[in-house]
T-cell receptor, first 115, second 113 residues
Framework: DAGVIQSPRHEVTEMGQEVTLRCKPI?????LFWYRQTMMRGLELLIY????????DSGMPEDRFSAKMPNASFSTLKIQPSEPRDSAVYFC?????????????FGPGTRLTVL | KQEVTQIPAALSVPEGENLVLNCSFT??????LQWFRQDPGKGLTSLLL?????REQTSGRLNASLDKSSGRSTLYIAASQPGDSATYLC????????????FGTGTLLAVQP
C-alpha cells in the first residue's frame, strides 16, 4: 500500500481565496483524521470520520473550515475564505481500528501558506 | 482536560549513547499511548503503540514503557545513531475509545556523529 496520500504537498494562496486539501486514506481503514500543526499550538485534531461519517468536529476552528468524505477513499478539507493565521501544515491520518489496533498512520502533510 | 508534556524539549547526544525520552499525561484514563517520529518537513511515522493494559513494547533498538497510574511513558533508544535525529512525539488516546489523539509538544533529538 502507498500509505496515506495527500495533495497538494505545498499550497501558497492569498488571503480570501478558497483552499481545498485532499486526502486518500489507506485502503481498508475505517477512520480518517484531519490534524493541523503549528509552532505555537503543536498538533491539533480538527475532525475525524468513521465509515465516511463525521464523528467529532469540535476541533474545527471556525465556520470557514469544512470537511467532507464522500467515499471511503477520499476526503477534503476546505477553507473558505482563507486567512494568514490558517498558515500551517495540515495532516491527514487513517486508522483501521480493529480490536486491539487503532494505530494511526499519517500522510506527508500539506504545507499551507496564506499571504 | 488531558494534557501531555514531553521532557526534555531538546536533547543532543553523541553517537552510540543510550537515551531516554519522557512523556507525562495528566489523566490516567487512557486507551493507548503512541510514540511517533517526525523528520523535518515530513509527516509522522508511528514507532510504537502501547495499549492501556500493556506495560511495554519493543521494536528493534526502541523500547517504550507505560505506567498508567503515574501518568508516564518513556521511550528508550539504545545505541543511538545519527539517523535517529528527529522530533519524537508521544500521543495519548483518551479513555472511551474516542480515537482522539492528544499530542505532546515533542522532543527534538540530535545525535552527533
Amino acid at each position: 500500500d502507498a500509505g496515506v496520500i495527500q495533495s497538494p504537498r505545498h499550497e501558497v494562496t492569498e488571503m480570501g481565496q478558497e483552499v481545498t486539501l485532499r486526502c486518500k486514506p489507506i485502503s481498508g481503514h475505517d477512520y480518517l483524521f484531519w490534524y493541523r500543526q503549528t509552532m505555537m499550538r503543536g498538533l491539533e485534531l480538527l475532525i475525524y470520520f468513521n465509515n465516511n461519517v463525521p464523528i467529532d468536529d469540535s476541533g474545527m476552528p471556525e465556520d470557514r473550515f469544512s470537511a467532507k468524505m464522500p467515499n471511503a477513499s477520499f476526503s477534503t478539507l476546505k477553507i473558505q475564505p482563507s486567512e494568514p493565521r490558517d498558515s500551517a501544515v495540515y495532516f491527514c491520518a487513517s486508522s483501521p481500528w480493529t480490536s486491539g489496533n487503532n494505530e494511526q498512520f499519517f500522510g506527508p502533510g500539506t504545507r499551507l501558506t496564506v499571504l | 482536560k488531558q494534557e501531555v508534556t514531553q521532557i526534555p524539549a531538546a536533547l543532543s547526544v553523541p553517537e552510540g549513547e543510550n537515551l531516554v525520552l519522557n512523556c507525562s499525561f495528566t489523566d490516567s484514563a487512557i486507551y493507548n499511548l503512541q510514540w511517533f517520529r517526525q523528520d523535518p518537513g515530513k509527516g509522522l511515522t508511528s514507532l510504537l503503540l502501547i495499549q492501556s493494559s500493556q506495560r511495554e513494547q519493543t521494536s528493534g533498538r526502541l523500547n517504550a514503557s507505560l505506567d498508567k497510574s503515574s501518568g508516564r511513558s518513556t521511550l528508550y533508544i539504545a545505541a543511538s545513531q545519527p539517523g535517529d535525529s528527529a522530533t519524537y512525539l508521544c500521543a495519548v488516546e483518551d479513555g472511551g475509545a474516542t480515537n482522539k489523539l492528544i499530542f505532546g509538544t515533542g522532543t527534538l533529538l540530535a545525535v552527533q556523529p
